[in-house]
């Protein structure tokens, strides 16, 4: 039998020269493209939050390497970069072997990363334009829903703050009526509208005060102004807050006031549950993160043209080119891209019905009904004219008036085609939205061209492809901060993450 031979083995072997923790790292590791990214970053914003004087600060920009890093290997706890930074060789080598506590680290993150990591994502977003990974002349833009660090059961509805405001309202006004009438008080008119906390305040007082002057008043009546005073006024102020919070939004949660209650793609009971989130837009090329917003907004298309508009403002130019989904295809938002030079290749919610064949011979559809446009009347398919017979008009959460006209046909009673025109009573009437009709037109033709089908089968691999990386790959489903302006800077931090991993894999496939 052969000797068997080990290794030396020792434990508490001491060396002359302690080796270099840089020599335990292989020189393509990402942790040396992070390191060198973020030496390039200007940090001046941060350094200027510092006040100066006291003890020595731990250096921003190590902080920054360690923060950007943890979110590099998905990790998001404070307290496991700690742990991280006394036995990970690569954390040790971005600290310098320091070792903030996860307070340090998360007092960083909140009061002087936050202001300025938004600055930061700019910075790294033009890094990439620099060295050709992009070009910022095509945004792919797409939204998902990620929930608010908030408790699912602490929704305040407007709805319901409204319904209970009124019924409040009323109850305080017949008491304090009948007060009035008792002590043969003035009354005026009775204010329409429901009373402000401060009004009710003041006119209780007064009642009071008449009650205590005249010592009059039934000892009912009493407890009951009494009560108005003590429980029904500070309500009202209350009532006034939450309406003050949710402004023109429908909910928001008790825990964060930023976040609103919105249905998730991820509804494990499928029963449309609604829980407090942020609906988070990103503008990808190439499945870089080349811009993002987030609103409280649950629906697309309400919130497509302030992200361009932000997209602009943070580069100082806008795309040449836009690509989306149905949901931000609409009148308004074709509008704002045509008169801003934008080549929109944005779907519009009937466009794949639109292309199938048996949409394509109905004659009886709006769209494929004959228009004069000279005379403003339609003709059906048994050659009646459809007249005007007025308009109505329609405004967006953005404050778009869209003007549609409605069309009237004259005799449908007796017409063969009936059954196949429409199933209604009286004489058939269609709305047409003429402007939207020449965007949807002009849509289909950019959508259905060369550019366009190509544009249209990257889609899917662009905006969609980034968000299925963040959630299941990165694990990141929940933002850790409460407040929408934290929530934007853990999302910046995120991206930021998520560019530097994509330029390391690109950078390794091609070799720059």
């Known amino acids: 039998m052969a000797k068997i031979v080990f290794k030396s083995y020792n434990q508490n072997d001491n060396l002359l020269f302690p080796p270099c923790l840089g020599d335990f790292i292989a020189a393509n590791d990402p942790v040396r493209v992070l390191n060198a990214v973020v030496d390039q970053l200007d940090i001046r ?17 190590m902080l920054v390497k360690v923060v950007f890093y943890a979110y590099l290997q998905n990790i998001y706890s404070g307290r496991k970069m700690e742990e991280l930074l006394r036995r990970d060789v690569n954390f040790m080598w971005l600290s310098g072997m320091q070792r903030p506590d996860f307070n340090t680290i998360n007092l960083f993150r909140k009061n002087r990363l ?29 939204g998902t829903k990620i929930e608010a660090n908030a408790n699912k059961y602490t929704f305040v509805w407007k709805k319901a703050t409204k319904t209970h405001q009124e019924k409040l309202d009323k109850k305080v006004k017949s008491v304090l009526s009948e007060a009035e009438r008792q002590l043969n008080m003035e009354m005026g008119e009775e204010k329409e509208g429901v009373m402000t906390s401060e009004e009710m305040a003041e006119r209780t007082e007064r009642i009071l005060g008449k009650m205590e002057e005249a010592g009059i008043g039934d000892k009912a009546l009493r407890k009951a102004v009494g009560t ?114 934008i080549e929109g290749y944005v779907k519009y919610p009937m466009f794949h019905t639109e292309l199938k064949r048996g949409y394509a011979r109905d004659p009886f559809i709006p769209e494929h009904l004959y228009y004069n446009e000279e005379d403003d009347y339609f003709v059906c ?131 720059r």
């Open 45 to 61: 914003g941060i350094e200027d939050s510092y006040a100066g004087g006291g003890a020595s600060s731990y250096h921003p920009r």
């Open 114 to 142: 936050a202001p300025v990591v938004d600055n930061l994502f700019t910075q790294v977003v033009e890094m990439l334009v620099e060295n050709r990974f992009i070009s910022l002349e095509v945004q792919y833009i797409d």
């Open 228 to 341: 108005v005073k003590e429980e029904s006024v500070p309500k009202m102020k209350e009532y006034e807050e939450k309406l003050e919070i949710l402004g023109d939004r429908n909910s928001y949660s008790k825990t964060d006031h930023d976040a609103s209650f919105m249905r998730m793609k991820e509804d494990a009971m499928n029963n449309g549950q609604t829980k407090p989130g942020y609906n988070v837009q990103i503008s990808t090329e190439n499945q870089f993160i080349t811009h993002f917003s987030m609103s409280w907004r649950p629906n697309d298309w309400g919130v497509f043209i302030p992200h361009l508009d932000m997209f602009e403002r943070r580069f100082g130019r806008q795309s040449r080119e836009v690509v989306a989904d149905a949901g931000y295809g609409n009148e308004e938002n074709y509008e704002y891209m045509d008169g801003n030079g």
């Open 381 to 511: 398919p048994m050659g009646q004219h459809m007249e005007c017979i007025g308009e109505t008009h329609r405004t967006s959460e953005l404050g778009y008036i869209s003007t549609a006209k409605k069309y009237k046909a004259q005799n449908c009673e007796q017409c063969p085609l009936r059954g196949m025109c429409f199933k209604g009573k009286g004489n058939r009437v269609i709305e047409v939205n003429v402007k939207s009709r020449l965007y949807r037109n002009q849509a289909r033709e950019r959508l259905t061209c060369e550019r366009g089908l190509y544009h249209r089968s990257m889609r899917p691999i662009e905006p969609e492809a980034v968000f299925g990386q963040l959630k299941y790959d990165c694990g990141f489903k929940r933002f850790h901060y409460k407040g929408k302006r934290l929530v934007e800077a853990e999302f910046a931090t995120l991206a930021i993450a998520h560019n530097i991993r994509k330029m390391i894999a690109r950078t390794d496939a091609g070799g």
